[in-house]
């Protein structure tokens, strides 16, 4: 039963972190808050399930093309509703608030393109192996080797490649990499659609996880992010990953030895406490919130 | 190699510089010399692209400059080692030194980290530890290091013995005098009125965004005027 529900919270979580590391990175080098990146997170939900159903492309190709969809949505908000405002003598709230309005544009155009009811992926990953007391599905060993790759990759890319250098120094200071030759325009448009893509991937697996696509799912999933965001330390990329763990482990424990009905309240009572014992979250250091 | 003229910068209605005129040429040390607030740091700042010029032109190696965006003036070999240092604190010495070298594709780099770590033999020893360890004098090092891991052809060191220890600073002009010698052009801000001209060629006054006097670092330095005010009254000698 515990391990088989470690299983379980593993993958959740895993979803999670996803999420949240889209969160930390903008957060980590705009130090903003992207509140459209939930809604980006369901587009690259549906992209991938309408890409499964209507092209009967396998489930690689699908999260590819989220991928992208998400990436060129950043590229867009970047654009539209991040740029237009850096640099101008702008309330350090106006991103938040510009993003908001790119949020609730998005989920309206999900309603119109996609409609308001719940969709599924066809069943093709039902499944299951058992490991002794354990049954793990096929779907949750996908979402657990996707998405730990993902971490995997992009904390190799951030310490050891010369773009993922250069994006962590403007994180830490972009006037000082904007002097050391960095573009930083570019870094950052980088950086928003690199999150994005993050996003829709993992839109694609919680999608796959509970079966259930719509155009509201952004929003719980989003805040989800969010708490994760603030859990692990702003900006802070470990932060992020083990946030996201911790918060899945913590939903699916109070489900499998509690009421399901306080999974949320539990999850959300843990983060309270957590804050409470370490005001700055699990990595973020006192004098470094943002990244700065 | 860089001439500024007519240099007019204002953070709004404040104008910082108001219209200042000078020149570096190839090979040698200047000087800008002034009192806190004299726009020292905005004159480094608009020739770094860090703030754009209302008017005037900078002019490096023939091209117009002024309004350049920082990545583009580092390109052309203009590097600054900003007020302050700006040592990335979460990353290490060694990819802060990395970093320096971010533009360059020449083979070259790996001698040049050979030649910082030569020069500057706390940078290797300490390397894989966190920019944000090290003291004052060693973050000098490093951000002076780091500049001339983009190998320029004109080095903008802006305040580089603010708020060292005597014997770091008398080290750390020491090395500026070397990399001079090796080929660079420098131009040097400084408080340390004392310290600079006796490594300068040529020297500015600023005061209150205006040049009020300039000349070799010897007449300079031979001036009551800044005898008086900047090396602590006329029986002090340079």
């Keep these: 039963m515990f391990w088989q529900q470690l299983v379980n919270g593993l993958t959740l979580g895993s979803t999670y972190s996803l999420i949240a590391l889209g969160y930390t990175l903008i957060m980590g080098v705009l130090n903003i808050v992207n509140m459209a990146h939930g809604e980006i997170f369901m587009f690259g939900a549906f992209v991938g399930l309408l890409l499964v159903t209507h092209l009967k492309v396998n489930i690689f190709v699908a999260m590819l093309g989220a991928a992208l969809t998400g990436a060129i949505l950043g590229i867009i908000l970047e654009r539209v509703a991040l740029r237009p405002l850096r640099r101008k003598a702008v309330s350090h709230l106006a991103p938040l608030i510009s993003t908001i309005g790119v949020s609730i544009f998005l989920e309206s155009v999900a309603l119109k393109l996609f409609g308001p009811q719940s969709r599924d992926f066809p069943s093709s990953f039902t499944a299951a192996f058992e490991f002794g007391p354990m049954r793990i599905s096929l779907v949750q060993i996908f979402i657990l080797a996707v998405s730990f790759s993902l971490m995997l990759v992009l904390r190799f890319w951030l310490a050891k490649t010369k773009i993922g250098k250069a994006l962590r120094a403007t994180a830490e200071n972009i006037e000082t990499a904007n002097l050391l030759g960095v573009n930083t325009n570019k870094i950052i448009v980088l950086t928003v659609s690199l999150a994005s893509a993050l996003g829709s991937v993992a839109g694609v697996l919680v999608g796959l996880s509970f079966n259930a696509v719509e155009p509201t799912m952004g929003i719980t999933m989003g805040l989800k992010g969010l708490a994760v965001l603030i859990l692990g330390g702003m900006g802070n990329i470990t932060g992020a990953m083990l946030g996201g763990l911790i918060l899945g482990i913590a939903e699916v424990f109070s489900v499998a030895y509690g009421n399901s009905s306080y999974r949320d309240a539990v999850a959300f009572g843990m983060i309270i406490v957590i804050l409470f014992i370490r005001p700055q979250g699990l990595f973020g250091s006192r004098d470094q919130q943002g990244g700065k | 190699m860089l001439k500024i003229e007519g240099l007019v910068t204002g953070y709004g209605s404040i ?215 900047y090396l602590g009254g006329s029986k002090t000698t340079v």
Excluded: C, W
């Design chain 2, 15 to 229: 104008k910082a510089l108001k219209g200042i005129d000078l020149e570096v040429p190839a090979g040698s040390i200047v000087s800008l010399i002034g009192a806190n607030g004299a726009g020292k740091t905005t004159a480094m700042k608009s020739l770094s692209g860090l703030l754009k010029p209302e008017s005037g032109r900078i002019i490096y190696k023939g091209k117009q400059i002024q309004g350049l965006a920082p990545h583009k003036i580092v390109s052309l070999g203009i590097s600054l080692v900003p007020e302050g240092r700006n040592i990335l604190s979460q990353m290490t010495i060694l990819e802060n030194l990395e970093m320096g070298a971010y533009q360059r594709k020449d083979g070259q780099v790996a001698a040049d980290l050979r030649s910082v770590f030569n020069r500057f033999p706390v940078l290797e020893e300490r390397k894989n530890q966190l920019g944000g360890t090290l003291s004052g004098g060693q973050q000098q090092m490093l951000a002076i290091g780091r500049a001339m891991m983009a190998k320029p052809d004109l080095l903008l060191l802006d305040e580089p013995s603010m708020g060292l220890a005597p014997m770091v600073v008398a080290d750390i002009f020491k090395v500026i005098k070397e990399i001079n010698q090796e080929g660079a052009t420098v131009l040097l801000v400084e408080q340390n009125v004392r310290q600079a001209l006796k490594i300068a060629h040529y020297a500015y006054v600023l005061e209150t965004g205006k040049i009020v006097y300039n000349g070799t670092a010897e007449e300079v330095a031979a001036n009551p005027r800044v005898k008086e005010a």
